[in-house]
Nanobody, 122 residues
């Protein structure tokens, strides 16, 4: 199974983006999915995650209130809607999949995408 991200780009501060991640080459039934990001010169950090059912979500404090994670299991796709983007949101965003949200939050997910660049100009 491969995770393929899309939706990154260059935006101005205050604008919005929606990232998408689709699992191809198979399905991951029961898996939580989420997003990790890595800014230039910084460590990777957890952004958001969602359970298989969608009933449980988790967000980093840095994006809480500005971002919404959702998923469409029929399309094997997870989304991250990011609003009111800030320059500090600039990073490569990686899609993750793991059995549990906690694994994603701990940066130990089983599956990783190649990443999509998000750049926010001030």
């Amino acid at each position: 199974v491969q995770l393929v991200e899309s939706g990154g780009g260059l935006v101005q501060a205050g604008e919005s983006l929606r990232l998408s991640c689709t699992a191809s080459g198979g399905t991951l039934p029961g898996y939580a999915m989420g997003w990790i990001r890595q800014a230039p010169g910084k460590e990777r950090e957890f952004v958001a995650a969602i359970s298989w059912s969608g009933d449980t979500t988790a967000y980093a404090d840095s994006v809480k209130g500005r971002s919404t994670i959702s998923r469409d299991n029929a399309k094997n796709t997870v989304y991250l809607q990011m609003n009111n983007l800030k320059p500090e949101d600039t990073a490569v965003y990686y899609c993750n999949a793991a059995r549990y949200i906690a694994r994603i939050a701990a940066l130990t997910a089983t599956y990783w995408g190649q990443g999509t660049q998000v750049t926010v100009s001030s």
